[in-house]
């Protein structure tokens, strides 16, 4: 069966079982079975499928797409609206700044109030340890009522854009960027990953990636190792998620405090900087506590344990160690390369430059895994559905 | 003749006069006949209809919404865009933060450079007393003007989303809330309703709504009490159209300064705060002159005077006076709850539990009333539009 | 041939060779044939033929129209909505202050990170000498690299929305008004315009305007003469260009420090202010030296500089100068008027307000002018496209 067409991917969701997505979230990967992850990554690569043979996959005539980004966002955003527009929503931004939020509303109430329209809703919040997955889970719970109460038309589906716990649209789209270039998910079993901490000059970034991915990639049979300098913790409560996977497919996850010990042989190196759990978690009451002098002092004292740690950087020597020098490796960008956007960080320029074509290609999965997770929400049969697109063959582009 | 077919509002609409509306504009209700205000009432029911029933109301092919916020706004603004995508217009803000229209340049030509491929424009203008409402004359001007000499291809529709006179989207969606409440419009007449001021540590809150409703409200044969403070009076004039419209329709309209006398025995409740006229008037004064320490001084004095009227709330005790208990609370929210929002402010926090589900399902008519508006402005036989959309059946969603 | 039906547009581009412009981009108008400018003025021509007769245009079912404004800008960004809108695209806005990019983003990873579903990528940068035509062409070569590398699935076409050197969709949206006004392009040969410069009590206005009309009137056998004060010469290569292109279609270039000079005789005038090319060139240093005091400094200066020229203002005393009293005017907009949106201006109030209707008209032309420059990048023939468009006679708006 050709890649190239439809069917191939249509087999693929006929032995899988998924039908509790539909009028489903996506809050956290772990949270779904194996065949509910594999039937994300098939809809999106039949989405993709179709779109390049320029087919619409317009399911949607009209509706709204409503993001909140709480965080600046480029990538996350541009991937949002890309999805949306693939599946016939328009985006409509609710930008907190304008709005009338902060004027005492409740979290349930502004939920159904940007809902009357609303498929889809993607959060991004990412920022306070404790509180991006609680205001997700508030929404869902607002927009179930308001549903169930005749307020709202359709519920709306709830993609996680990024929260405190887990990245899953980054993750996926890294995992299926992974299952691509090694051929196959039945190829990844064995392999050797390195979930690994790195320098950066700037702090506080969010540990929703690592903590996805450790949570992620120890379901598909991998070693997957967590390196990362004392002090630099990621939520227990993951890790513990992560031991239970591997124990499961017979695959592994360790951690280690050395770079060099995670990387060598590793076939695959995500090397990533993120602010210590413990720090963020400090960070959250100084913020809500509005103590900015504590804040301020905070910033100091991470940027300074940082900058004990500028070895932990993705080198063309410690490249060399991968398994035959080769490992796949992995950003979820942008990436602090020394001497490009600073002058000590992440990666060195010259393994950044060499990686520059897969890391793009990673990146463009993204579109295609939230229009997916959108796409299994808002289908009763979405094999038939897709089947339908295909003979439907509106072309996306007359040209 | 079902309620859930189409054809009983194309019955309704089979009765009414409402040719003058193609290409209109909606600036305020008592400017619109009975028939024009029950045309929108039927075509946002039918189109509501429609879209539950998952038929495509897109009338519009492409072409843009435009949207112009001169205040914070979630709702008005999330119901505008709701209220374009469903009919098929993509929605288009005019920031003026992010436009030249600093640069000296003027209302008319703003109005036609943002018009070309404009079909609706929406505006909400509601902070400065005798500027709104003056500034959307201005631009219907403009784009009257501008279709006249040839420069715009169509007159785009002016959408009022509040100005400081009228909140016809809002006060049109209340009612039709109310209709459906009590069943129809037809068992409206001699009902009580109460529009009260209420207490909120806020200050200078537009006196659209308690306009708006006082204007419409009385022309159903409704008696309709307006309650405040001294010294919280609304506009005169709209006042006149009050007391003329409840002439007109055997209602009645009264003042008090009491609102447990107003409460009393209503079977509409409306508490809700907003500035002093003369305030208003004065603060645009201010503002025109540049006088940051009076107005600095004014809302001082404001914030004080409220808090004269702090037992101004819609409390269970002032609840129990209403028609057997229950009257029917309103509110176009955010509303001001105590314990919930604020310390004291204007309703009970078990009040507003309550009502909540009537209260969300009040704001849901508002997208479904600006589309109404649009429609009736955009087709020139709106009954026979409504039903070749039945004919067409595309769904609004394949899923 | 009647202009009312398309087939008069589509006999006028059967005699045109524009097959180089299919995956093009448009950056500078004096990068292209004049049967590519030609082929853009007709295809405009022709868009607005069809949606003024109520047919749909929409040639992509979905797909992205990303939009990066690096200045304020009204006029530009309507235009480029409606263009988009009008070929099926939804516009997203990168805005550079809720993005990453500060993060230390290299140009070629955002340009592919946001053109995963681009179709078109419009960019007005226009504050800096050199920087602006470099960062498009920049962008370009990343996503034609990114198509060709396989991460992009098309290479969005990218649309000049203005630079430091040319702003070809004002120009040529002005030169279509010219046609049109003259009664086509075979009318203009001989006809004198009039480039010059005018006061403005504001400084530091793009050079873009002054060098893309030389750059391109130049090219139909006009006499141009660009009149400006001595010390506001705009950039060299430009005046190079115009030079040449009047030798090549037998009209003329020149050169005068007089306005009155320039406007006696002229069938065209368009006076309007910009800052000396060397002042702009200063001032690129200073804020690449991030040097506060300088730049003050230099406005100060520019502001006095400016203010020795108030007698460089369109007057009626100089309109009557023109021929026969009666010289179309021209402006990009908004214009500096003397009475109006400034003391002492560009324009008398009373030039602009006989103007006005024809201002609005010229400025009518820019939304069809840039899905022109689309629509010629994503046809492979364009002619045959239109035809198809007519033939399917989806209404534009069902009413």
């Not at 599946?87 to 509303?105: F, N, R, Y």
């Not at 995992?175 to 090694?182: C, N, P, S």
């Not at 210590?276 to 905070?298: C, H, N, S, V």
């Amino acid at each position: 069966m050709d890649k190239n067409t439809l069917h191939f991917y249509l087999d693929k969701l006929a032995g899988l079982d998924f039908h509790k997505m539909y009028n489903g979230d996506f809050f956290l990967t772990w949270e779904k079975t194996d065949d509910e992850l594999a039937a994300v990554f098939t809809v999106a690569d039949a989405l993709r499928n179709l779109r390049e043979r320029n087919i619409s996959t317009k399911i949607f005539d009209s509706g709204l797409g409503i993001s909140l980004f709480r965080d600046n966002s480029t990538r996350t955003r541009f991937s949002f609206a890309s999805a949306c527009n693939l599946l016939g929503l328009e985006v409509q931004d609710l930008d907190e700044g304008k709005s009338q939020i902060a004027h005492g509303e409740t979290v349930r109430e502004t939920a159904n109030m940007i809902s009357f329209m609303a498929d889809v809703i993607g959060i991004r919040d990412d920022m306070y340890i404790g509180k991006g997955h609680t205001y997700q889970k508030a929404v869902v719970d607002a927009v179930t009522q308001g549903h169930a109460d005749g307020v709202l038309e359709q519920k709306p589906t709830l993609v996680n854009l990024q929260c405190d716990i887990d990245h899953p649209t980054q993750c996926m789209a890294d995992m299926l960027h992974v299952i691509h270039h090694f051929g196959g998910v039945e190829n990844l079993k064995g392999k050797k990953v390195a979930m690994t901490w790195a320098y950066s000059p700037s702090y506080g970034k969010p540990l929703s990636v690592p903590q996805g991915v450790i949570g992620l990639f120890t379901r598909f049979g991998m070693d997957v190792t967590l390196a990362h300098p004392q002090g630099y913790e990621v939520m227990p409560e993951v890790e513990e998620i992560a031991r239970a996977n591997a124990a499961k497919t017979g695959g592994s996850f360790s951690k280690t405090h050395s770079m060099a010990e995670a990387f060598r042989d590793a076939d695959i190196v995500y090397p990533k900087s993120w602010a210590p759990f413990a720090a963020m978690e400090k960070r959250t009451d100084l913020y809500g506590k509005g103590d900015t002098a504590g804040i301020q002092a905070l910033e100091k004292e991470l940027l300074a344990q940082n900058a004990q740690h500028k070895d932990w950087t993705c080198s063309e020597e410690l490249m060399k160690t991968t398994k035959d020098g080769k490992a796949l490796y992995l950003h979820c960008l942008p990436a602090d390369i020394s001497g490009v956007s600073c002058l000590e960080g992440e990666v060195d320029g010259s393994v950044f430059d060499r990686y520059r074509d897969p890391l793009y290609k990673q990146a463009s999965y993204k579109p295609y895994i939230i229009a997916a997770m959108i796409f299994l929400a808002k289908s009763k049969d979405p094999a038939a559905l897709l089947q339908a697109l295909e003979e439907r063959a509106t072309p996306r582009h007359l040209g």
